[in-house]
């Protein structure tokens, strides 16, 4: 039996609604973990023993004190409005996390004071004085060396080019520098744990300049937004500096004896921005607290608009609201399937263009999947009365192909490597070998000289009908809703304990038998017009 998977997304900020680079990484964490499940045997769906995955808010930043402020809220009030919203919208997504963790919740704070606590106990966080460029867009410290060094021009924010502000203060520091060997060689020595490669070669670049001991708390003042977050243990006049508070929530949602077997994580998933705190502060101070680490940490780059980077000042951001449009017209799945595979989970960022949402819903969903699926129910109905005919499904496979050997292993290990958007395609590769042999072997010319071809066009057909059924499980974590359509109308849904390798085993245990109905069911998805305008 596989180890317990805890798949994480980062905690994100309430000071605004989510958008879709939340639902982004958020889809990769649940597509994986519904991977998982089917790895051991469980309903994609869950929950499942062996798998956990963690999504929530970080509620402690001075923007939601600010923001809140000027919408007539309390701190609290604006995070809970928020943090609703991206529940109501994780819901829309369909995502399966097993837990939604909020920061202001009291099972997150009490441990977060304990986590420090002990950090303060074995001597790896003092009391001291601070001074550097403080970044507000994104309640971050920086470097000099990165301050001057900012793409958008010298002591400007990395992220949104604004302009940092020179701070000092008296803070509570981490020992960050006393780690900077153990992590350097944990990096070289594990290659999985920061990927893609590039972000690890980003990593290792910055560790060349050294380590500074980091800041973990802020002083309070009379200044509200000071005031909102968790006290540090023994000194009620600091408070934690969010980012401490926020990595924290990984751990303390799983901290316990019920769940406490899950970690260390298999994966961190997050946008390339927070990739520093994932890959350098949090795994130092899992190594300070004596703590396993993650398996990897996994940053994935940014979406842009029909070729222009989205910001606020463009009004192109792609919001929720768009993505419902694109749901309504084409469905959540088709959606699902969009992102999941053209988005932008190497190195390079990624493009929300309609036309090509048009182009890759047609190719692979409408003509793909959806026409395979009917066509072959259609002739199975016309030609067998909607059973499944007699045939040899060792023949027919070794016949027609050899795209299904070792393919739970081949999608596994892509898994592994976290390339979910191949673990998906090894799906619409069946199904365009489907595709391929009815063009090639004519089933329905043969159908007319029926019973003399019959033997032939029943190994035709079975061969299609098993390798869509095999197709519908690998696309089923991105196709919630239409494989499980499939799955009613042809009897095949995946049984508990049926683990991917049993579902993935042409004509094996799971496999369609001889005599089964196929119904043919409505159509999985419509052709769409390319002159379309996009939804509204």
Request: proline letters at 7%.
């Amino acid at each position: 039996m596989p180890s317990p998977c805890y798949i994480t997304t980062p905690i994100y900020y309430v000071n605004d609604r989510p958008h879709i680079g939340h639902c982004y990484t958020t889809l990769l964490a649940d597509v994986a973990a519904r991977f998982e499940r089917l790895r051991r045997g469980e309903p994609p769906q869950g929950p499942a023993p062996g798998v956990f995955m963690l999504t929530g808010t970080d509620e402690h930043a001075d923007k939601v004190v600010t923001t809140g402020a000027a919408h007539g809220c309390t701190p609290l009030e604006w995070s809970d409005r928020n943090a609703a919203e991206f529940q109501r919208a994780f819901a829309f997504m369909n995502f399966s996390q097993d837990d939604f963790i909020r920061t202001t919740q009291e099972r997150h704070k009490s441990k977060v004071l304990e986590y420090v606590a002990e950090l303060q106990r074995r001597g790896d966080v003092y009391l001291g004085d601070y001074s550097g460029w403080y970044d507000e867009s994104q309640d971050e410290y920086l470097t000099e060396t990165v301050a001057k060094e900012s793409p958008h021009g010298p002591f400007t924010s990395p992220v949104t080019g604004r302009p940092l502000v020179r701070r000092s203060e008296k803070n509570y520091f981490f020992r960050l520098s006393a780690y900077e060997g153990r992590l350097r060689a944990h990096i070289e020595g594990h290659p999985g744990f920061i990927l893609p490669e590039a972000r690890r070669n980003e990593v290792l670049g910055r560790l060349r300049q050294g380590l500074q001991d980091v800041p973990i708390s802020r002083a309070i003042t009379d200044d509200p937004a000071s005031q909102w977050g968790i006290r540090m243990p023994s000194d009620p006049g600091h408070r934690i500096y969010v980012w401490i508070d926020a990595l924290f929530n990984y751990l303390s949602a799983i901290d316990s004896s019920a769940r406490g077997a899950f970690w260390p994580p298999r994966v961190h998933v997050m946008a390339k921005d927070i990739l520093w705190f994932h890959a350098v502060i949090w795994p130092c101070m899992l190594m300070a607290l004596g703590r396993d680490l993650p398996g990897c940490v996994y940053a994935h780059s940014y979406w842009v608009r029909e070729g222009k980077k989205m910001s606020k000042s463009l009004g192109n951001f792609v919001t929720l609201e768009v993505l419902q449009a694109y749901a309504a017209r084409y469905s959540l799945d088709a959606l699902r399937w969009y992102l999941l595979t053209q988005g932008p989970l190497g190195a390079t960022d990624a493009d929300f263009s309609h036309a090509k949402f048009v182009d890759v819903y047609n190719a692979d969903l409408a003509n793909g999947i959806g026409n395979s699926a009917s066509r072959v129910a259609n002739m199975i109905d016309k030609y067998f009365g909607g059973v499944l005919p007699e045939c040899n499904p060792a023949g027919a496979k070794a016949r027609f192909d050899a795209r299904h050997a070792d393919l739970a292993g081949r999608v596994l290990g892509a898994l592994d490597r976290f390339d979910l958007a191949a673990c998906a395609q090894a799906g619409i590769s069946l199904v365009s070998r489907v595709d391929e042999v009815i063009s090639e072997e004519r089933p329905f010319t043969l159908a007319k000289d029926m019973p003399a071809n019959g033997a032939r066009v029943a190994e035709i057909l079975c061969f299609a009908a098993e390798s869509l059924r095999i197709a519908s499980v690998l696309l089923a974590p991105a196709l919630t809703s239409r494989m499980e359509q499939v799955w009613r109308s042809w009897g095949c849904a995946p049984g508990r304990g049926q683990t991917l390798e049993v579902l993935c085993a042409f004509g094996g245990p799971a496999g369609l038998r001889p005599g089964a109905r196929l119904a043919k069911g409505e159509a999985l998805f419509m052709r769409a017009d390319p002159a379309e305008a996009p939804p509204a």
